[in-house]
Antibody, heavy 122, light 109 residues
Framework: EVQLVESGGDLVQPGGSLRLSCAAS????????MHWVRQAPGKGLVWVSR????????TYADSVKGRFTISRDNAMNTLYLQINSLRAEDTAVYYC???????????????WGQGTLVTVSS | QSVLTQPPSASGTPGQRVTISCSGS????????VHWYQQLPGTAPRLLIY???QRPSGVPDRFSGSNSGTSASLAISGLRSEDEADYYC??????????FGGGTKLTVL
């Protein structure tokens, strides 16, 4: 059974940093591209970032470029999102999601975690 | 404001057919697959339709997707109370960015 379990969300002051983790199991993690998507309270889904299966390529939304870093440890089956210079508008539930395996499915998110809440407030 | 435009709300009575639209542009819907996600209250999103019109295993055939040019649609036939949820379209943009629609809240009356 595919499982994605996020952790690391917390209450942080503006300007602070956090590292989110997503532990994957039930599939060959190193074969799949992975994504982060966030959802502010009461709002819609917003794509944040994606990383290639081997970690060699990353892409970011303009709103987080330069502040967020996506990475992965295929030996540990874990995806990460380093979030720096946090702002109030970064307050959201952060979901990790697995993309499809075929080349045309890199942005088709077929499994999602339950999310971890990041709250930015003083 | 999302680049992919959806109506904020839709509604129908049990048994009815409802459609939800998603409007984009040549650089996203016009040149990449559209996917649809369902988010039940208090839960994570789940993939409902992929590659414009394909259903993952376990998704009832009451759900169908289509697209034409720079627009896409999700249709739900035989509406049921458990279909009450938020629905999001999504597509990759050629500017190297993922996009979601603003979401449509479906109410079953």
């Amino acid at each position: 059974e595919v499982q994605l379990v996020e952790s690391g969300g917390d209450l942080v002051q503006p300007g602070g940093s956090l590292r989110l983790s997503c532990a994957a199991s039930g599939f060959t993690f190193s074969s799949y591209w992975m994504h982060w998507v966030r959802q502010a309270p009461g709002k819609g889904l917003v794509w944040v970032s994606r990383i290639k299966s081997d970690g060699s390529s990353t892409t970011y939304a303009d709103s987080v470029k330069g502040r967020f870093t996506i990475s992965r440890d295929n030996a540990m089956n874990t995806l990460y999102l380093q979030i720096n210079s946090l702002r109030a508008e970064d307050t959201a539930v952060y979901y990790c999601a697995r993309a499809g395996l075929e080349p045309g499915a890199r942005n088709q998110l077929d499994y999602w975690g339950q999310g971890t809440l990041v709250t930015v407030s003083s | 404001q999302s680049v992919l435009t959806q109506p904020p709300s839709a509604s129908g009575t049990p048994g009815q057919r409802v459609t939800i639209s998603c409007s984009g542009s040549r650089s996203n819907i016009g040149s990449n697959y559209v996917h649809w996600y369902q988010q039940l209250p208090g839960t994570a999103p789940r993939l409902l339709i992929y590659r414009n019109n394909q259903r993952p295993s376990g998704v009832p055939d009451r759900f169908s997707g289509s697209n034409s040019g720079t627009s896409a649609s999700l249709a739900i036939s035989g509406l049921r109370s458990e279909d009450e949820a938020d629905y999001y379209c999504a597509a990759w943009d050629d500017s190297l960015s993922g996009l979601f629609g603003g979401g449509t809240k479906l109410t079953v009356l």
